[in-house]
């Protein structure tokens, strides 16, 4: 499975940005699929995370701003991020639950979002 994350940009602090994860096969295959995310000099960190039975889990400092949903029949991942801060500023990441040939996961490369004070 392959995976292609996009929607990053530049934003100012307040702004609301839509992330997407494309993945190449079923994500039906997988019991959850997860957003991180990665500050220069810091070390990734999980954003939110949405089961299979679309049960999502959210890190506090995005719990309300942050909102993670999944189009099955499309294999997609979005996250939609609202009121958006500074701190929010990283290299965003989707990533599988791993499986037997895959421990880890699969991931994608990565899109950037930067917020603006």
């Known amino acids: 499975v392959q995976l292609l994350e996009s929607g990053g940009d530049l934003v100012q602090a307040g702004g609301s940005l839509r992330l997407s994860c494309a993945a190449s096969?079923?994500?039906?295959?997988?019991?959850?699929m997860t957003w991180y995310r990665q500050a220069p000099e810091k070390e990734r960190e999980l954003v939110a995370r949405?089961?299979?039975?679309?049960?999502?889990w959210y890190k506090n400092s995005v719990q309300g701003r942050f909102t993670i949903f999944r189009d099955n029949a499309k294999n997609l991942v979005y996250l939609q991020m609202n009121s958006l801060k500074p701190e929010d500023t990283a290299m965003y990441y989707c990533a599988t639950s791993g499986t037997s040939a895959a421990p880890f996961g699969y991931w994608g490369p990565g899109t950037q979002v930067i917020v603006s004070a």
């Open positions: 096969g079923s994500i039906l295959s997988f019991q959850n």
């Open positions: 949405i089961s299979n039975g679309g049960t999502a």
